[in-house]
C-alpha cells in the first residue's frame, strides 16, 4: 500500500517533468506574444487558434510541413528498402566477407555526424546536389543505415532457418523468401526503425542548416531556428505555434506505431 | 510417378567432416522409405540432399528418372514437412497451404479444389481461417501436411514430423500417415530416430550410423535379420542383449556357459545377440543353460521385464505377467538356437552359421 503510493508520485513527477513543457508548449501556442512574454504560466484570456493559420499564411509553413513531410517520408522509405535488404543478406545468405562488412556498417554508428559535415558539404557540391532535397535525403538514410540493419539483422537471425527452406521447396527464389516470407515477418522490426528513424528525421537541424540554402527547400526544424533568430523581434506565438507543428506529427506517429514494436509476431512460427 | 533413386551419394562439409558417405538407394515408385539411425548420423543431410536444399559432394540423384543433382529445389517436384512445421506465421492454414501454388502459378479455381479437398482429407476445414500460434501442435502439423499435399508432388519428404507430439498424439498420427501412404500412394520418404515409427510406417527402412547405411530391408528382414551389431541394438522394441561368445564343437558358449547347441563349423569368438523376448526361461536345468539370478521386475501389465544378473552381466528378458517370477529368483537361461544372431566380432557384420 505504502510501496504503491510511493511508486504513484514518484511517476507523477517524472510525468509532470515530461508532459510538463509539451502541455506549457500547446497552451501558450494558443496565446498573443505579449501574453507569452508577460504571464508565460497562464492559461490563454481567449484561445487564439488562429496563430496557427498564420503560422501558414504568414509563415510559409505549408511549404516547410511539406518539405520535411517529403524528405523524411523519402529518407524512411529509402532507408527501409536499402537497410532490410543488406541486412538480409547479412543474415541469411552465405557470402565471404559477410562479417567483416557487417562489422563495417555497425562501426558507422560510432562515428559523430559532426566529424564529416565539413567533407560531406564539399562533396556534395562536386556531384552537384548541394541545396537540393538529396543533399538530405541521402546522407540521412546512409547515417541510420548502421542502426537499422542492426536491428533488422538481429531480428533476421531469430527466424527460424526451416521457414526459409519451406518457402524454397514452395518455390520461392532468395528474392521471393524475402518479399513473401522475410519481409512481412520482421514488421516489428520495420516498426521500431520507422518510429525512431523519422523522428530523427524530422527534427534534424544540422544538416539541412548547412546543406540547403535555398528557403524554398527548408525543413521545419530550419525555418523555426531563422524564426527564432529574426533581427525584428520574434513573434513568439508564430514561434510557438510553429513548433507544435512540428512535435504533433511524431507523437501521434509514436502513438500509432508503438504496439506494434513490441507484438511477437513469429509466435507460432515453430514448436511451441 | 515418383522414383527415386540415390547413387553414391555423399556428403562432406567444409570443416571435412563426412556426413554421408556413398549412399546407395533406389526407392520405388508409391514406396514408403523411412531413413532412421541416432541423431548426426546423416539421416536428415541424406533428406534434405534429396530436397535440394544441401549441395551434393558427389554422385547423382534422380527423382521420376531426371537428374536433379543440381536442380533447384524449387524444380523437383518434392514437397516436405519439418519438424517445426515451419508454417509461415503471418498467413492462415489457408493461406499456408495456397502458398506452393500460388507461387507456381496455379489456377485459382484448381487451387481452390486441392486445398478444400486436402482439408477435408486431415479433418482441418475448421482450421482453415486461423493463423498458426493460435492452433495446437497436431493441428499445426495437419495444417503442414496439408501443405504438402496440396502440391501434388512426385515425392513427399518427412523430416521427424512427430518429433514434437506427445507420445499419444505421435501414436495417433503415425496410423495417420500410414492411411494417407495407402490412400495417395505416393513416394514419400521419411526421416526419424524413433525405430517404432520406423517400423510401423515404413515398407523398407534404411538404417544408418555414423553416415553410412547398415541396412537397407523390410522391417521385420531387420528384425529377423539384422546385418550388424548396430541394427541388432537398435531395431526391436527391448533392446538386444549382446555379448561376446564363442561357437566351438557344436557348442555356443555364452556368458557363463552353453547357452545352446549348434551344427556347423567351429567359428572361434564372435559375438551373440539374443533378443529379451527370445530369451527361453526355467526354473530347472534341463540340457544348454546358464544360471542368473532376477535382479529387477519391470511390471508392463501384458509381460514382464527382467533383468536377469549372469555373472557380472545383466541380461533382459520378457516373460508373460503370469509367469509368478519373483525378485531374486534362481533362473536358468537358454535359447534357441535359430534365434541367436551371430556376429563377426572384427567387422560386426551378421554372420550365418
Known sequence: MKRSALRISFLSILATIMFGPLLWLFVSSLKTSDEIREKPFALPETPRFENYSNAFEQGNFDRYVFNSVLVTGASVLGLIVVSSLAAFALSRLEFRGKNFLLLLFLVGMVIPTQTYLLPLFHELRIIGLFDTYFALILPYIAFELPFAIYIMHAFFLSLPKDLEDSARIDGCSTLGIYFHIMLPLIKPAIATVIIVTSLSFWNEFLLASWYINDEDLATLPRALSSFATRRHGVDYSLLLAGVSILTLPMLVLYLVFQRHIISGLTAGAVKG | ?353
Open chain 2, 1 to 353: 510417378m515418383g522414383k527415386v533413386t540415390l547413387e553414391s551419394v555423399r556428403k562432406v562439409y567444409p570443416s571435412g567432416f563426412e556426413a554421408v558417405s556413398r549412399f546407395d538407394l533406389d526407392v520405388a515408385d508409391s514406396e514408403f522409405i523411412v531413413l532412421v539411425g541416432p541423431s548426426g548420423c546423416g539421416k536428415s543431410t541424406t533428406l534434405r540432399m534429396i530436397a535440394g536444399l544441401e549441395p551434393v559432394t558427389e554422385g547423382r540423384i534422380q527423382i521420376a528418372g531426371r537428374d536433379v543433382t543440381n536442380v533447384h529445389p524449387k524444380d523437383r517436384d518434392v514437397a516436405m514437412v519439418f519438424q517445426s512445421y515451419a508454417l509461415y506465421p503471418h498467413m492462415n492454414a489457408r493461406a499456408n497451404m495456397e502458398f506452393g501454388l500460388k507461387i507456381r502459378k496455379t489456377p485459382k479455381d484448381e487451387i481452390a479444389r486441392r486445398v478444400s479437398e486436402a482439408a477435408a482429407l486431415l479433418g482441418i476445414v475448421d482450421l482453415l481461417d486461423k493463423k498458426p500460434a493460435t492452433m495446437s501442435g497436431g493441428q499445426r502439423q495437419r495444417v503442414a501436411l496439408g501443405r504438402a499435399i496440396v502440391r501434388e508432388p512426385q515425392v513427399f519428404l518427412f523430416d521427424e514430423p512427430l518429433s514434437n507430439l506427445d507420445a499419444k498424439l505421435r501414436s495417433k498420427m503415425r496410423v495417420e500417415l500410414k492411411r494417407l501412404h495407402q490412400r495417395l500412394r505416393a513416394t514419400m520418404i521419411y526421416v526419424t530416430h524413433d525405430q517404432v515409427e520406423a517400423m510401423t510406417l515404413g515398407d523398407r527402412i534404411v538404417i544408418m550410423s555414423d553416415g553410412k547405411v547398415e541396412q537397407i530391408a523390410t522391417p521385420m528382414e531387420a528384425y529377423l535379420k539384422p546385418a550388424s551389431v548396430f541394427v541388432a541394438g537398435f531395431i526391436g522394441r527391448n533392446k538386444m542383449n549382446i555379448f561376446p561368445g564363442s561357437v566351438d564343437g557344436g557348442s555356443v558358449r555364452w556368458l557363463a556357459g552353453e547357452i545352446a547347441k549348434v551344427e556347423g563349423p567351429d567359428r572361434g569368438n564372435l559375438v551373440i545377440g539374443l533378443r529379451p523376448e527370445n530369451v527361453r526361461l526355467s526354473r530347472e536345468q534341463s540340457g544348454s543353460g546358464v544360471n542368473g539370478t532376477i535382479d529387477v521386475i519391470e511390471e508392463l501389465g501384458d509381460e514382464l521385464v527382467l533383468s536377469i544378473l549372469v555373472g557380472t552381466e545383466l541380461i533382459a528378458a520378457s516373460a508373460p505377467a503370469s509367469s509368478g517370477f519373483y525378485r531374486g529368483e534362481e533362473i536358468f537361461i537358454s535359447a534357441d538356437p535359430a534365434h541367436l544372431h551371430f556376429f563377426d566380432s572384427g567387422t560386426t557384420k551378421r554372420l550365418e552359421l
